[in-house]
Nanobody, 111 residues
Framework: QVQLVESGGGLVQPGGSLRLSCVVS????????VNWYRQAPGGQRELTAY???????DYTVSVKGRFTISRDNARNTAYLQMNNLKPEDTAVYYC?????WGQGTQVTVSS
């Protein structure tokens, strides 16, 4: 049974950095895209970044140049490096793989 476990969220000041991790148990991690979504309070879940199985990344406009998605297929792990964080980045961040979701990790950007 495939499971996703996220970690790395927390409270950070504006301008700070965090790195989220998503460990995907099971096989075939290298065959599919992996996605990071986020959901701000009162908002809808939005696709923030994704990486295809061939390593091609893409980002929503608001995080381009600040966030970097990566994957380590040997460790079945995806990462989201978030730099220069802003208060509007505050959200629960979710990892998505195929049709599965992680439990979410809270990111709060506040002074």
């Amino acid at each position: 049974q495939v499971q996703l476990v996220e970690s790395g969220g927390g409270l950070v000041q504006p301008g700070g950095s965090l790195r989220l991790s998503c460990v995907v148990s099971g096989s075939d991690f290298d065959r599919y895209a992996v996605n990071w979504y986020r959901q701000a309070p009162g908002g809808q879940r939005e696709l923030t970044a994704y990486m295809l199985s061939d390593g091609t990344p893409d980002y929503t406009v608001s995080v381009k140049g600040r966030f970097t998605i990566s994957r380590d297929n040997a460790r079945n792990t995806a990462y989201l490096q978030m730099n220069n964080l802003k208060p509007e980045d505050t959200a629960v961040y979710y990892c998505n793989f195929v049709n599965l979701w992680g439990q979410g990790t809270q990111v709060t950007v506040s002074s």
